[in-house]
């Protein structure tokens, strides 16, 4: 195994080595890298589906049982016009995510994956299937590096504050179009969305479960406010703390090549998926593992 640092708070690659279903040390070894470098990158990997879920399966023994992504398995009704999400009827733990030249829509926001379920998940796993031939890139961000830099009394005023996550929030901006074309004929559909995933709220400074490091848990994609704070109040503070993960000394950023794998911590960092590569095609398939209680 070769392994490559990309930043300097987060990010390796790692050569030379294959993601082996037979290999004994496979989830721990695997399990290691990712607590140690928060998102790990996989060269090479060139696998089909059936061998992605057979992988995820395998690192569920040290990660997290295997999740199905709400809001596009063939379990549960799917929200169709809200996003680019794909749905595989043979593979349901897999989010198919397509762009092309018909897609004007992206989450080209820094954000951490489904905080607004009261489990957030630990860990996703992204395969690259195809990339445009410039750009394309994923950035992360270390949220424990972020934490560390603000000064000690905006450390003692964020300690016990817990922030609210909404599904809804996220279609927002460019994809407020698809909300309302979704659930504006269809209040039904969007009371039993509200009820099945109701607002939730997580701390906004977390210890992590598995690492004990203390990072900033709260994203512009899904956060609506801090509990007990105005809007107006919870809306200055957070657009402050939702400017960090832009810092580029917090961040590595990923060039993409097909048959590459990625692995990162869903609870220490923060993602941007760089839209800079229209009217190409970029297809991307995602795993996330079961959530954890915060």
């Known amino acids: 195994m070769k392994l490559t640092r990309l930043g300097t708070f987060l990010g390796a690659v790692v050569e030379d080595y294959k993601l082996d279903t037979a290999d004994p040390d496979l989830a721990l070894t695997v399990r290691e890298l990712l607590l140690k470098h928060k998102v790990v990158f996989f060269k090479r990997q060139h696998l089909d589906q059936h061998q992605f879920v057979e992988v995820a399966k395998a690192l569920s023994t040290s990660l997290g049982a295997v999740d199905i992504h709400p809001f596009k398995s063939h379990r549960d009704p799917i929200v169709r016009g809200l996003s680019p999400l794909q749905p595989y009827s043979e593979y349901p733990e897999i989010v198919g995510v397509y762009h092309d030249e018909s897609t004007t829509r992206n989450i080209n926001r820094w954000h951490s994956d489904l905080t607004w379920r009261e489990a957030p998940p630990f860990a996703s796993i992204l395969r690259g299937l195809v990339m445009p031939p410039l750009g394309g890139n994923t950035c992360w961000a270390d949220m424990a590096s972020a934490y560390k830099s603000l000064d000690d009394s905006t450390k003692a005023r964020i300690q016990e504050m817990r922030v609210v996550h909404n599904w809804a929030q996220s279609f927002q901006g460019d994809w407020a179009q698809g909300f309302q074309m979704v659930f504006g004929s269809n209040p039904e559909l969007l009371k039993d969305m509200n009820e099945k995933y109701p607002p939730c709220s997580h701390p906004l400074v977390l210890t992590h479960p598995f690492t004990g490091e203390t990072v900033l848990f709260t994203n512009q994609v899904t956060a609506t406010h801090v509990e007990g704070m105005s809007i ?35 609870l220490a960092t923060q993602h941007y998926p760089v839209a800079d590569y229209w009217p190409h095609q970029r297809k991307v398939e995602r795993i996330t593992f079961e959530g954890v209680t915060l």
């Open 232 to 266: 107006e109040e919870s809306r200055e503070l957070l657009d402050e703390l939702h400017r960090l993960p832009a810092r580029p000394e917090f961040q590595c950023r990923f060039a993409w090549e097909e048959g590459d794998i990625a692995l990162w911590d869903n």
